[in-house]
């Protein structure tokens, strides 16, 4: 009875937490290619489905970075539910889920000739920001190429780190690390300082079974308090296979084992969330340019050919040598189940795996489904479909819900400054973001052809 209560507690608290939070996305581009094209803007987008609408802006962040410059990588973290991305000139930012309308620029402080590493840029490790400043001087002596420092989560201390204090990178499959494995040898070397004999290991150590013979690259994928993830080796698609494979090692460490796993395709992309692995069955001919998928284009290419989009899916698997046959996956890390499903759309991905549920785009909609028992998916449910801004969304998370306001009139006027009218309006049905209320007004911003920010007055809406 006692344990039946328990239980019962746990789903009531479970489910009322949910219900405090809401489902957003985040719209960006991140790729070395992108600077060429003109991008979709950074923005943080609401699903709320018990609105008018679906989707809308709830913040634009394009205007708080610096002009005409693209999104290097993208990082989240869903342990503790940030992003932290990085710019062309390695400036990094990050925007964490409890404060959504704030995206803050980072606060290096590499001292006079280091400028921020982008290799080594902006990650978590034992719980607070670290980083690497290299030296603008390629002159220099080995031992004084890199500097390392650290920021705690508030943001308001700054101290110095070594090397070795790397030795337990938080990675999520998106942020890895590379390695180098030396003969008979079981430590994982960093390769994070230029003088070779310096190189700190990392904190796990391999077993003698996959100590090798010769110096050999790896990458470490996933890092966290669960498991880890290296890189054992890929395997080209045969003539006329869909796919090819791709193998690596994964160390329990809650339970001190070691499992060989395989996952279909040469190039997967993973990200963890929990116990779970997710990610996109993929293969890129970089691992050989003789190779030639079966299929030249990725499937679904109809239906991506029928949306003008700036930077698309098939621009991107182009320049990357991609080919994705559209399938979806989810490994159990503490059962080792795997589950995957066929989309039959090549730009399809993972957004988000959280409270046994997965969330998932293919091209313009985003679906969810119920993980049954962690052994198989249950029916999708379709959340949205939008030709316009889904097929630029590659991130999901929840956080506090935002404050919304439908208008209600037939035309609300929107004002510079209370009671100073412009010639813009909103009409009826129209939804806003709720900035900032005063004596009857609201300050607004809303989403048209433009995000248009300004105040109406507040007896025109209905929250």
């Given amino acids: 009875m006692k344990i039946q209560l328990l239980l019962f507690c746990m789903l009531f608290y479970t489910t009322m937490l949910q219900a405090q939070q809401q489902l957003y996305f985040f719209r960006a581009i991140a790729d070395e290619y992108a600077v060429f094209y003109d991008l979709p803007p950074v923005q943080i987008i ?7 609408t679906t989707l809308w802006v709830y913040k634009d962040h394009t205007r ?10 993208v990082a989240f973290y869903p342990e503790y539910n940030v992003f932290v991305f990085t710019l062309f000139g390695s400036k990094s930012y990050t925007l964490y889920a409890k404060h959504l ?11 006079k000739g280091y400028s921020e590493d982008p290799f080594l840029s902006m990650r978590i490790v034992n719980n607070h920001w670290a980083y690497s400043c290299s030296s603008d001087n390629d002159n220099v002596a080995d031992k004084d190429y890199a500097q390392f420092r650290g920021i705690d989560f508030s943001l308001s201390s700054h101290f110095e780190m070594s090397a ?53 690259d790896a990458v470490i994928l996933v890092n966290d308090n669960q498991k880890m993830l290296l890189t054992a080796k890929s395997v080209n698609p045969v003539p006329h296979a869909a796919y090819g494979y791709f193998y690596a090692t994964l160390y329990n460490k809650r339970k001190n084992t070691w499992s060989d796993i395989e996952l279909k395709g040469n190039a997967p992309t993973i990200m963890t969330y929990g116990r779970w692995l997710a990610g996109t069955v993929q293969d890129s001919k970089d691992w050989d ?28 698997a182009s320049n990357h040598g991609i080919y994705s046959p559209g399938i979806l ?21 993972m957004l988000l795996v959280q409270d046994e549920v997965a969330y998932y785009r293919v091209f313009d909609a985003i679906y969810k489904a119920a993980i049954i028992k962690g052994e198989k998916l249950g029916a999708p449910e379709l959340l949205v479909k939008d030709k316009h801004i889904v097929p630029s969304i590659h991130w999901a998370f929840f956080g506090k819900p935002g404050k919304l306001a439908a208008i209600t009139t037939e035309k609300s006027i929107i004002y510079s400054e209370p009671d100073k009218p412009t010639k813009m309006y909103l009409i009826k049905g129209d939804i806003v973001t709720v900035l900032e209320e005063k004596e009857g007004w ?22």
């Fill in 329 to 349: 996956y989810l490994f159990n890390t503490e059962t080792e189940k795997y589950i995957e499903w066929d989309t039959k759309q090549g730009d399809s991905e």
């Fill in 101 to 111: 309308d704030t995206i803050v620029e980072m606060p290096t402080q590499c001292t």
């Fill in 46 to 52: 609401a699903y709320t489905p018990k609105q008018d």
């Fill in 289 to 316: 340019y003789k190779f030639t998928p079966q299929e030249e284009n990725s499937p679904g290419k109809a239906a991506r050919d029928s949306v003008a989009m700036e930077y698309s899916f098939d621009d991107r």
């Fill in 164 to 216: 070795p204090d790397f030795k337990d990178l938080h990675l999520t499959g998106v942020v890895a690390q590379r390695v180098i494995l030396m003969p008979n040898d079981g430590r994982m070397y960093l390769p994070i300082v230029a003088d070779i004999e310096n190189r700190p290991p990392f904190s796990v150590e391999l077993p003698k079974k996959y100590w090798v013979s010769k110096e050999t």
């Fill in 442 to 463: 609201i300050k607004m911003e809303y989403e048209g052809k433009k995000m248009i920010t300004g105040w109406i007055k507040k007896e025109d809406t209905k929250n």
């Fill in 64 to 73: 708080a970075l610096p002009d005409q410059t693209s999104i290097r990588t």
